[in-house]
C-alpha cells in the first residue's frame, strides 16, 4: 500500500477509535467527564495528518492513490469491495473536516459541560467525524453508501439528542427520512450506473468504463438525475430541504458541525466526485443548476422573516449550498475543474464562517439561557464582547463583504455563471438567468444576515428573563475556537485563491476533474474579473446597509406593504404545512384505511372459508332423520329414474 | 471413520436430536427449561461444528466449479447419512441415500419410486440450518420466566417446531420435505393456541393452522403432479438414467442381413421422488422435442450417407460390368476370372450398403414416428408448468405470507408467545421462501420465469407497499413488526424471482439476515411483555433515559431492520435490489420491481423510526408495571439473548462474504437452470 493510503487510513482510524473510547468512557462517572478527551484529540491529530497528506499530495508523483480493493460482498456480477482513494478533491475535504471538527469539539466540551449525555455525545460526534472522513475517501459506490448513511445515522441521534424534547424527536425522525427519501434515488442511480458501467461499483474502474464506453446519454442523463435525489436530500436542496431549519433541534455544536464540515457537504461532494458522469449530461446539469437557484434564492427568502437566529443561519446554510449547486451544474458547459473548483471553494469557505457563525450563535444561547429568539434579546455587544466581534467576522464573510472569504468565493461562483452563460451549452440562457438569481440572492444573504446581527448585538441592552442577572461571555474553551474560526473566516479564502490560484490548481490536478472532458466545455481563465467584483461588492454593501437603515437600534418595526412578503417568509411560505397535507396526511390517511381494508380482507378469507359450512347448512336439512321423508324422496327418485328410462325407450 | 462419516452422523442427529428432546423435557418437570437451555446449547454446538467442517467442503466445490466452468443444473448434497457408497468407502460419494422409507414399487428388484430419508447440507441450507439451530438459545432465555403453565411441554414443542423446521430445510426428498414442512403446524398449533398470550389464542391457532393447511395441501398436490410427470428418462437394456428421452436399441429383425436392427424406442419412465433425479428429469421433457428432432437428424444425416454409398456402389458395380463386358471381349481367362471376382465383389457391396441403408430407413423411420409424441409430450410438460407452479406456490405463498394470503399473521403474531413469535418469524416463514428455491425454482423453471415476476411479482410489491402502510398505521409493537415482516418478505420474493446469481444470492442470505434481525426485534417485545405485560406504542416513551442498554441493542437491532450499512440486511438488500436490474426477463422489461423495493426500503426506514420516536424519544411514559419487584434495564439474561443477537447482525453486515461464498456453486446452480429455461 502506498504511503498516502495509509495515511488516509490512519486519519479515518483516528475518530473511530475516538468514538469507540467515548462509549466505554460512559461506564464510569469519572471517566465520562472525559469523554471529549478522544474527540478533540483524534481530530486535532488527524488534521495534523491531513496536512501531512496535503504536502505528500502537493510533491507526490501521482494525482491519486487507490488502496488494494478487499471485498466486502460479492455475487453474481455485483462485486464490492473495501477501497479508499486519496486524490486533491479528497485531500482537501479531509483537511477542512478535520480542522474544523476540532475546533467545533474543543467548543462543545465547555458547551456541553455537565449535560447528562456527555459520553454519548461525543461517542456519535466521533462517529460523525468518521463516517464523514470514510464518505470522502470511499471509491467504491456502494461504500459511500455505507459511510453517507453513518453520517445521516449520526445526524439523526444528534438532532433527537435531547430525546425527552418532542420538538427534537420529530426532526430527528424528519431529517432521517426525508434525506432516506433521496436515497432511494441515490440508490437506484447507483444500480443503474452498474448496470451500464459494465458491472463496476468502484468509482475510478466506473468512471473510465463509462468513459471508454459511452451508454445511452438518456440512461445517463437518468441515472446522473437520480444519484443527484440523493443530494438534494443529503444538501438540503429544493424540494427535500425541509429537513435542515428543524435539524437545529440538536445542541448548536452539531448544527455547527452538520452545517459547516459534515452531513450537507456531503451532496456538494458526491457530485464533485461523480463530475465526471455529470459533464457528459447537459440536461442533467441545467436542472443541478437550476436546483441550486430556486433553493438559493427560496431559503434566501425564507431567512428574511425569521426570528430564531440558528434558523436564520440554517436557511443560509440551505441557500449557499444552492450556490455551489449551481456552480456545480456549469461543469461541461466551462470546464468542469472550473466549475467544480468554484464550488469546492465556496464549500471551503463556507465551512469556516459557517460553523463560527452557528458556534457564535451557541455562545449567544449560552449566555442567554438557551433563548435564541431575536427579537427576545437586543444590544449585546457590551455584554459578549468577544463573541460579538467574532459573530461579525462570519457574518461579514457570509454576506460577501469584499476581501473576506466569502466574497472570494461567490465571485468566483458568480463567474462560472457568467462564463458558462456565454458558452456553447445549449441552455447558455438558463445559466444566465440563473446569474441573476445569484446576485439578487446575494443581496439578501447580506440583508438577512445583518438583520440578524444588528437585531441582535445592537440597540438597547435587551436580555431576557431565562438568563438570569449573570448573562455574560462564554468560558476560554468556548471563545478560543470562535476566534481561531474567525481568522479563518476572514483570511483563508483570499491566501488561498484569489491571488495565486493555488486552491483551483491544486483541486484541479484531481484525475477524476481531469481526465474527463464535455465536448462544448468552455476553457476559463482564472482572472480577476473587475466587473463582477465591483457588482457582488456593491450588492453586499447595498444589503448591509438596507440592513442597517432598518434594523440599527435592534428593534423590528413595522415597515407597511413588505410585512405581509415578511409574515409569509416568517411561516416559510408554508411549506411545511403543504407538505403535510400533501403528504404526510394522505400517506397517514391512506395507512389507516389499508389497516382497515385489511380487516376486510381478513373477514373475506373467512368468507371462503365458512363456505363449506354454508353448503353443510344448505344441505343438512334433508338428513332429518324422519323415516317417511326418506321413504317419499325414495319414491320420488324412483319415480323419477323409471320415467326417465321409459322416456329414454320410447324415443 | 473419516471426517465425512462423523458429519453424515451429525447430520441426522441435527435432525433427531430435538426429536428426541421433544420427548424428553415435557418429562423433567420443573428441571425443564435448564434442561432446553442445555440441550439447545448443545444443538447449537453441533450446527457450529457441521458449519465449520461444511465450509471448507464447500469451498473446495466452489473452486472446482470454477475450474469446470461450471454449467450444472443439479443439487448436490454433501454429508448425506446412509450414502450409497458410505459403506465401501467413506471418502466416495455420489450425493444419494439407500435409506428407503417407503417402496412403492411392485417387486423390490425393480428400481422404482421409492419415498427415501435423504437429508444432506448445501450452500442453501447449511446457514439456515444454523440460524435454526442457533434462534432457539435466545427464544428459549425470553421465555424464560414466561412460561408459568406446564413449562416442560412448552419446551417440548418449541424443541418438535425446531425438528420440523430443520429437517425440511434438510430434505432432499419432496415428500420427506412435505412432511417436515407440515410438522411444524403440529407444534405452532399447540404453542399458539395453549400458551398465547391474547384472549383470541385459540380462534388465532385455528385460523393458522387450517389456513396454512389448505395451502400446503395444494402444494402437496403440485409435488405429486411433478413427480408424476417427470419420470426419470432411464435406458431399456442397461436400466441406468439417460441424458435423453429417446434412445437407440437393437431390435431383432428377420429383413436385416444379422438379424437386427435399430430403432429408436422411448427410454423406460420411472418415477422417483429424489429433489436431485427430479431436477434432472424436469428439463428432459421440457425439451422432449428437441430431442426427438435431434435423434432424426442424426438418423437422417446416416440415411443420406448410405444412399449415397449406394449410388457409389451402383456406379461401382456398373464399371464393374462393363469391365466384365469388355474382358469378355478379349477372351483372355484370367481376365475374365478377374473381372468376374471384381463384379462379383462389387455386387456384394452393393448389396451390404442397401441394407445398410435399409436399416438407416428404419431408424429414421421410427424417429419420424416419435415426433409427434415428442411433441405433444414437451407441449404437455410445458403447459402443465404453469399448473404446477401455482400448485406449489399455494402453501408456498401462504407460508411465507405473500399478500393477500397474509390474513393469518397479523393475529397468530400477536397471540402467539414472545419466544414462538421468534421461530415463526424467523424460520417458519422461510420455510416458505426457502420452498420457493428449493422446488418452485428447480422444478417449474419455466413458470418461474413466466408467472414469477410477471404475476407473484406483483403481488409481491403490492405487498411491500400495502404492509409497510398497515406497519405505519399498527398502534401494537407487536403488530407494527408483524407486518414489516411481511414487508421485507415481499422484498424477498422478489430478489428469488428475479432468478439471477445476484438476486437468488441476496434472497438466501436475506432469509438468514431477516431471520436474525427480526427475530430480534420480537426479542426485544420481550422485554415490554414481562414486564408490563403490554406493547402498545401509545403507553411508552422516553424509555431512552430510562433504560439506556435496552435503547441501544434496540436502535441496532431496528437500524438493521431498516438496512442501514455496516448492518446484515443492507448487503442482502443491495444483492436483490442488483438482482432486480439485470433481471432478463421477457415479460418485465422496466425496472419497476427495483422501483417498488426501493421504495420499500424508504417506507421500513418510515415506520421503524415513527416507532422508536414514540417508544424511545418524547417525555418518560411508561404503564403500570406487572411485576412486584421494580423495573430495571434489561438482565444479564436478556443482554446476552439480544447482545449476541445484535453482535451477529452487525458481524454479518461487515464480513457477510463467507457466507455468500460457501452458497455460491448452489446459486450457481439455480442461476443456470434460469438461464437454460429463458433460453426455452
Not at chain 1, 468504463?209 to 435525489?229: E, K, S, V, Y
Not at chain 1, 476581501?403 to 440562457?429: C, M, N, Q, R, V
Not at chain 2, 456406379?315 to 460390368?321: G, P, S, V
Not at chain 2, 438496512?563 to 448487503?571: E, H, W
Amino acid at each position: 500500500m502506498s504511503e498516502p493510503t495509509s495515511l488516509a487510513l490512519a486519519i479515518l482510524a483516528l475518530p473511530l477509535a475516538a468514538a469507540v473510547l467515548a462509549w466505554l468512557s460512559a461506564a464510569n462517572a469519572t471517566t465520562k467527564k472525559l469523554a471529549h478527551l478522544p474527540l478533540i484529540l483524534a481530530c486535532a491529530a488527524a488534521a495534523v495528518l491531513a496536512v501531512i497528506l496535503l504536502g505528500q499530495m502537493l510533491d507526490g508523483h501521482e494525482s491519486r492513490y487507490t488502496s488494494e480493493p478487499l471485498t466486502w460482498f460479492a455475487a453474481g456480477q455485483l462485486d464490492v469491495h473495501f477501497t479508499i482513494t486519496v486524490d486533491a478533491l479528497a485531500t482537501v475535504m479531509l483537511g477542512m473536516i478535520t480542522f474544523i471538527a476540532t475546533f467545533i469539539a474543543l467548543f462543545s466540551s465547555g458547551y456541553m459541560h455537565g449535560d447528562r449525555g456527555y459520553a454519548r455525545f461525543f461517542a456519535v460526534m466521533s462517529f460523525f467525524v468518521f463516517s464523514m472522513c470514510g464518505l470522502v475517501l470511499a471509491n467504491n459506490f456502494l461504500l459511500l453508501v455505507a459511510f453517507w448513511e453513518g453520517v445521516g445515522l449520526c445526524s439523526y441521534l444528534l438532532v433527537g439528542y435531547y430525546f425527552e424534547k418532542p420538538s427534537a424527536a420529530a426532526a430527528a425522525r424528519k431529517a432521517f427520512l426525508v434525506t432516506r427519501l433521496g436515497d432511494t434515488g441515490f440508490l437506484l442511480g447507483i444500480f443503474l450506473l452498474w448496470k451500464m458501467g459494465g458491472g463496476h461499483t468502484d468509482l475510478d474502474l466506473l468512471f473510465a468504463h463509462i468513459r471508454d464506453h459511452p451508454p445511452d446519454p438518456g440512461l445517463l442523463t437518468t441515472a446522473c438525475l437520480l444519484l443527484f435525489c440523493g443530494a438534494v436530500g443529503k444538501s438540503a436542496q429544493f424540494p427535500l430541504y425541509v429537513w435542515l431549519p428543524d435539524a437545529m433541534e440538536g445542541p448548536t455544536p452539531v448544527s455547527a458541525l452538520i452545517h459547516a464540515a459534515t452531513m450537507v457537504t456531503a451532496g456538494v461532494y458526491l457530485l464533485a466526485r461523480c463530475a465526471p458522469l455529470f459533464v457528459l449530461c447537459p440536461e442533467a446539469q441545467i436542472v443541478v443548476a437550476g436546483v441550486g437557484g430556486i433553493t438559493a434564492l427560496l431559503a434566501a427568502f425564507l431567512a428574511l422573516g425569521q426570528t430564531d437566529l440558528k434558523r436564520i443561519l440554517a436557511y443560509s446554510t440551505v441557500s449557499q449550498l444552492g450556490y455551489m449547486f449551481m456552480a456545480l451544474g456549469t461543469g461541461g458547459a466551462i470546464s468542469p475543474a472550473f466549475a467544480v473548483g468554484a464550488a469546492m471553494f465556496h464549500l471551503f469557505t463556507h465551512a469556516f464562517f459557517k460553523a463560527l457563525l452557528f458556534l457564535s450563535a451557541g455562545s449567544v444561547m449560552h449566555a442567554m439561557g438557551n433563548v435564541i429568539d431575536i427579537t427576545r434579546f437586543s444590544g449585546l455587544r457590551k455584554v459578549l464582547p468577544i463573541t460579538h466581534l467574532t459573530f461579525l467576522c462570519g457574518a461579514a464573510a457570509l454576506a460577501g463583504v469584499p476581501l473576506l472569504s466569502g466574497f472570494w468565493s461567490k465571485d468566483l461562483i458568480l463567474e462560472s455563471l457568467t462564463e458558462a452563460s456565454e458558452s456553447a451549452s445549449p441552455y447558455s440562457a438558463g445559466y444566465f438567468v440563473l446569474f441573476l438569481n445569484a446576485c439578487l440572492t446575494a443581496g439578501l444573504t447580506a440583508f438577512y444576515t445583518f438583520r440578524a446581527y444588528f437585531l441582535t448585538f445592537w440597540g438597547p441592552e435587551k436580555i431576557p428573563a431565562e438568563a438570569g442577572d449573570h448573562a455574560h461571555e462564554s468560558p476560554r474553551s468556548m471563545t478560543i475556537p470562535l476566534m481561531v474560526l474567525a481568522v479563518g473566516a476572514v483570511f483563508v479564502g483570499g491566501v488561498v485563491q484569489p491571488f495565486t490560484h493555488w486552491f483551483s490548481d491544486f483541486l484541479g490536478t484531481s484525475p477524476s476533474l481531469t481526465e474527463t472532458q464535455a465536448p462544448i466545455a468552455r476553457a476559463v481563465e482564472h482572472h480577476l474579473n473587475w466587473t463582477l467584483i465591483s457588482i457582488s461588492a456593491s450588492l453586499a454593501i447595498a444589503g448591509i446597509v438596507l440592513a442597517y437603515v432598518l434594523y440599527r437600534d435592534g428593534q423590528e418595526k413595522p415597515l407597511g406593504g413588505i410585512d405581509t412578503l415578511l409574515a409569509l417568509s416568517r411561516n416559510k411560505l408554508y411549506v411545511d404545512e403543504v407538505y403535510y397535507a400533501l403528504i404526510v396526511r394522505p400517506a397517514e390517511v391512506l395507512a389507516f384505511l389499508v389497516r382497515v381494508f385489511d380487516g376486510f380482507l381478513d373477514g373475506l378469507t373467512r368468507l371462503v372459508a365458512a363456505m363449506p359450512r354454508l353448503l353443510a347448512a344448505l344441505i343438512r336439512p334433508l338428513q332429518n332423520g324422519l323415516v317417511q321423508f326418506y321413504a317419499l324422496a325414495m319414491a320420488l327418485g324412483l319415480t323419477v329414474f323409471v320415467a326417465f328410462v321409459i322416456f329414454r325407450m320410447a324415443r | 471413520m473419516s471426517i465425512t462419516a462423523v458429519l453424515r452422523i451429525v447430520v441426522l442427529l441435527l435432525v433427531l436430536m430435538p426429536l428426541v428432546s421433544a420427548l424428553i423435557l415435557p418429562m423433567l418437570g420443573r428441571w425443564s427449561r435448564r434442561a432446553a437451555l442445555l440441550l439447545a446449547l448443545v444443538h447449537g454446538g453441533l450446527t457450529a461444528a457441521v458449519v465449520a467442517l461444511a465450509i471448507p467442503t464447500l469451498a473446495l466445490r466452489a473452486d472446482d466449479d470454477a475450474r469446470r466452468g461450471s454449467g450444472s443444473l443439479v443439487f448436490q448434497p454433501e454429508f448425506v447419512p446412509g450414502d450409497t457408497y458410505a459403506r465401501f468407502n467413506d471418502e466416495g460419494s455420489d450425493g444419494r441415500t439407500r435409506w428407503t422409507l417407503f417402496r412403492l414399487s411392485a417387486n423390490s428388484s425393480q428400481p422404482g419410486p421409492n419415498i427415501q430419508f435423504f437429508l444432506g447440507i448445501d450452500g442453501l441450507n447449511l446457514w439456515l440450518v444454523a440460524l435454526a439451530s442457533f434462534l432457539l438459545v435466545p427464544a428459549i432465555l425470553i421465555s424464560w420466566n414466561t412460561v408459568a403453565d406446564q413449562p416442560g411441554s412448552y419446551f417440548g414443542w418449541l424443541f418438535l417446531l425446531q425438528a420440523g423446521l430443520i429437517g425440511c430445510f434438510l430434505a432432499f426428498d419432496v415428500i420427506l420435505f412435505y412432511v417436515f414442512f407440515e410438522l411444524t403446524l403440529i407444534p405452532a398449533f399447540f404453542l399458539i393456541g395453549r400458551w398465547g398470550v391474547g384472549s383470541g389464542r385459540r380462534d388465532a391457532a385455528r385460523k393458522f393452522f387450517l389456513y396454512t393447511l389448505a395451502g400446503s395441501l395444494l402444494t402437496l398436490l403440485g409435488i405429486i403432479g411433478v413427480v408424476l410427470t417427470n419420470p426419470v428418462p432411464v435406458h431399456p437394456e442397461t436400466g441406468f438414467p439417460t441424458q435423453n428421452v429417446l434412445v437407440k436399441v437393437e431390435v431383432p429383425d428377420a429383413g436385416s442381413p444379422t438379424g437386427k436392427s435399430r430403432e429408436f424406442v422411448w427410454a423406460k419412465r420411472i418415477h422417483t421422488f429424489s429433489l436431485p433425479d427430479l431436477m434432472n428429469a424436469v428439463p428432459r421433457w421440457l425439451t422432449a422435442e428437441k430431442a426427438a428432432q435431434t435423434a432424426l437428424t442424426e438418423a437422417q444425416r446416416e440415411m443420406e450417407l448410405a444412399q449415397a454409398l449406394v449410388r457409389a456402389g451402383e456406379k461401382e458395380l456398373a464399371q464393374r460390368r462393363a469391365a466384365l463386358e469388355a474382358a469378355r471381349q478379349g477372351k483372355d481367362g484370367a481376365a475374365i476370372r478377374a473381372a468376374e471376382a471384381a463384379e462379383q465383389h462389387a455386387l456384394q457391396m452393393l448389396n451390404d450398403w442397401r441394407a445398410n441403408w435399409q436399416a438407416a430407413v428404419r431408424l429414421s423411420d421410427s424417429a419420424t414416428k416419435l415426433l409427434p409424441e415428442a411433441r405433444r409430450l414437451q407441449a404437455n410438460a410445458s403447459q402443465l408448468q404453469f399448473w404446477l407452479f401455482v400448485a406449489l406456490m399455494a402453501g408456498l405463498m401462504v407460508k411465507v405470507p405473500v399478500w393477500p394470503f397474509h390474513t393469518w399473521l397479523p393475529a397468530a403474531y400477536g397471540e402467539a408467545p414472545i419466544g414462538v413469535v421468534m421461530l415463526l418469524s424467523g424460520l417458519m416463514a422461510k420455510l416458505g421462501t426457502f420452498g420457493m428455491v428449493r422446488l418452485v425454482l428447480p422444478l417449474v423453471p419455466d413458470a418461474a420465469i413466466h408467472y414469477g415476476l410477471p404475476v407473484i411479482g406483483v403481488l409481491a410489491s403490492v405487498g411491500i407497499v400495502y404492509a409497510a402502510f398497515c406497519a405505519l398505521a399498527s398502534k401494537d409493537m407487536k403488530l407494527l413488526i408483524a407486518y414489516s415482516s411481511i414487508s421485507h418478505l415481499g422484498f424477498l420474493v422478489l430478489g428469488i424471482f428475479a432468478f439471477n446469481s445476484e438476486g437468488l444470492s441476496g434472497a438466501v442470505l436475506h432469509m438468514i439476515n431477516h431471520g436474525l434481525s427480526t427475530g430480534a426485534l420480537f426479542a426485544v417485545l420481550g422485554f415490554f411483555t414481562t414486564r408490563y405485560g403490554t406493547t402498545e406504542m401509545a403507553r411508552f416513551g422516553g424509555l431512552m433515559g430510562r433504560f439506556p442498554v435496552l435503547a441501544v441493542l434496540t436502535f441496532v437491532l431496528a437500524l438493521a431492520s431498516v438496512g442501514l450499512p455496516g448492518l446484515n440486511n443492507f448487503v442482502s438488500e443491495m444483492l436483490m435490489l442488483a438482482g432486480l436490474f439485470r433481471t432478463n426477463n421477457p415479460h418485465v422489461t422496466n425496472l419497476w420491481p427495483a422501483v417498488v423495493a426501493a421504495f420499500g426500503i424508504f417506507l421500513g426506514a418510515w415506520y421503524t423510526l415513527t416507532m422508536l420516536q414514540r417508544v424511545f424519544f418524547n417525555p418518560l411514559k411508561e404503564p403500570q408495571p406487572i411485576i412486584t419487584t421494580p423495573v430495571n434495564d434489561v438482565n444479564n439474561r436478556e443482554f446476552s439473548a439480544l447482545g449476541l443477537l445484535a453482535l451477529l447482525c452487525l458481524v454479518l453486515g461487515l464480513f457477510p462474504q463467507l457466507v455468500l461464498d460457501t452458497m455460491k456453486p448452489d446459486i450457481q446452480i439455480l442461476a443456470n437452470i434460469g438461464d437454460a429455461a429463458r433460453t426455452r
